[in-house]
Each structure stands twice: as C-alpha cells, then as structure tokens.
C-alpha cells in the first residue's frame, strides 16, 4: 500500500509540474526569448517605443484608479452582507458576483450601449461634454466591473468568521463607530484586504477583453499595454510586442510574489486565531 501510494503520488506530482511548466513556465520563457531574439538593444527600443510607454503609463492610471475604488467598495460591500440584514441581500451578493459569469466582451458592450453616443446616456453625456466612450474614464469604468468581486469575496468570510463580539463590546464601552472599525475590525482583515487588493491589481492590469471594446484603440491614447501588445504582433513587430509583454511579465511576478508573502501571513494568522480558541 505504501509503495503504491508513493508510485501514486509521484505520478500526480509529476503531472502537475508537466502541467504548471506546459501552461505557465514556457509561455514566459516564449516571452523573454523571443523579446531579447534580437539582443538587448532591440529590446530596449521596443519598451522606448513612445506608444507602449503611452500604454504602460495609461495601465498603471487605470489601475491607481479602480484598485482604490474596489478596494473601498468592496469594505463597505463586504461590512454590509456580514454585519446588516435588509431585502435584497442575496440580490446584491449576485451582482457582485456577475463580472464572474458575464465575458468581458459583452459587459464592454453593455457599457457602449449605456454611455456611447447613441447609448441610453449619450446625448446628455454629450452636453454635458463628458466623454466616456473612447477615452480613459471609459477603461477606468470596464476596469472596475471586471475587477469588482475580488476585495468583497476575500473579506466576507474573514468578517463572517471574526463575529460581532469584539465590536458590539467596543461600542458599549464608548468607542466611536470609526475607532471600533481601525483598532478591532482593520487589524483581522489587514492580510485579506491586502491579499484582495493584489489580485484586483493583477486582473486589473491584463484586462483585455471589455477595455478592448471601450478603448477605440487610439494609439498612444487610449491603448492600455494589453491593446499595445496586440497592434505590435498584428504589425509583426514580434520583438516589440514580447518586449512589451515582458513588462505585463514583471508587473506580474512582482503581484506573485506579494501574493505568496501574504499567504504565509495568513496562514499564521489563522493558526494564532486557533490556537488561541483552543486556549
């Protein structure tokens, strides 16, 4: 039996690593190859070229926007379903839910449908002089739906399972309702909230879909690094499109590595917390 366990496990463990190094390990070691096919110079003017770094800086834009936005949202969505009642609770769950079952594709659609020229919102939008559609607060926009979930679904069940206690004892005690919320209700969801806001920032950098369709594809204006990447291999400009890609690679590495930073944090956290309920 344990030699049959053994001969078990290797193989699935074998499987895994094919798998891992099929699906993710050469895709990246495709990236920094054909990125550098041509030596470094080659690949320091792909990533000067004026248009990616227009791309780049439109990314990180997008992003310092709608991280920020989801990450208050999604506080106050999550504070909300775990500490309220009221109608229409598991309503509001499932619409925080839909960016994970609606294609990107179809929600850059519903966005042009509302707020482009011809849109439900158009013509005010148009005297107003507000424009959405085709410039940056339309991105910001698609960026915040698609990333919308992840802050709120990190922290609900760390407030599910933290209770009411410690809060309600605050409260009785005299504290302010922000006092009890930074001492007693920020330091047991610091390592969730953080762990939600790196894979809304993950997401939130490799959105192509929904920012494809609202973006117009303006080169150096409305083109974000996924879009710039796409024109660069569709003009066969293969060195200067992988060269862009390396930079999504690095972005991307670095949100890896805070990430499996913050997973040893939590599973810290989460033995203190039962060690000291077995206490």
Same mark, same amino acid.
């Given at each position: 039996m344990r030699q049959e366990s053994l001969f078990a496990r290797s193989i699935l463990i074998g499987l895994v690593f094919l798998f891992t190094g099929l699906?993710?390990?050469?895709?990246?070691?495709?990236?920094?190859?054909?990125?550098?096919?041509?030596?470094?110079?080659?690949?320091?003017?792909?990533?000067?070229?004026?248009?990616?770094?227009?791309?780049?800086?439109?990314?990180?834009?997008?992003?310092?926007?709608?991280?920020?936005? $989801?990450?208050?949202?999604?506080?106050?969505?999550?504070?909300?379903?775990?500490?309220?009642?009221?109608?229409?609770?598991?309503?509001?769950?499932?619409?925080?839910?839909?960016?994970?079952?609606?294609?990107?594709?179809?929600?850059?659609?519903?966005?042009?449908?509302?707020?482009?020229?011809?849109?439900?919102?158009?013509?005010?939008?148009?005297?107003?002089?507000?424009?959405?559609?085709? $410039?940056?607060?339309?991105?910001?926009?698609?960026?915040?739906?698609?990333?919308?979930?992840?802050?709120?679904?990190?922290?609900?069940?760390?407030?599910?399972?933290?209770?009411?206690?410690?809060?309600?004892?605050g409260l009785l005690l005299g504290a302010s309702t922000l006092k009890v919320f930074f001492k007693i209700v920020v330091p047991g969801i610091k390592y969730g909230l953080l762990y939600g806001i790196i894979l809304c920032n993950a997401r939130a950098m490799g959105e192509f879909g929904a920012v494809s369709v609202l973006s117009g594809h303006i080169r150096g204006q409305t083109n974000t690094l996924p879009l710039q990447i796409e024109v660069l291999y569709n003009e066969y400009n293969s060195v200067a499109a992988f060269s862009a890609a390396s930079l999504l690679v690095f972005l991307s590495l670095i949100t890896l590595v805070a990430k499996q930073i913050l997973e040893r944090k939590l599973k810290v956290t989460k033995k203190e917390t039962s060690l000291q309920e077995e206490v």
């Open positions: 699906i993710l390990l050469l895709p990246i070691y495709t990236v920094f190859h054909e990125a550098f096919s041509k030596g470094v110079g080659a690949y320091l003017e792909g990533i000067q070229e004026p248009d990616t770094i227009s791309a780049f800086k439109l990314t990180l834009l997008v992003v310092a926007i709608a991280v920020p936005l $989801n990450t208050v949202f999604g506080i106050l969505s999550s504070f909300a379903v775990t500490r309220f009642d009221f109608p229409g609770k598991s309503w509001l769950l499932t619409i925080i839910d839909s960016p994970f079952s609606v294609s990107p594709v179809i929600s850059g659609l519903i966005f042009i449908l509302l707020f482009g020229r011809q849109g439900w919102f158009g013509p005010w939008l148009e005297k107003m002089d507000i424009k959405i559609v085709f $410039n940056t607060p339309g991105l910001v926009l698609a960026t915040v739906f698609i990333t919308l979930p992840f802050v709120t679904r990190e922290l609900t069940p760390i407030l599910e399972s933290q209770g009411i206690e410690e809060e309600e004892a």
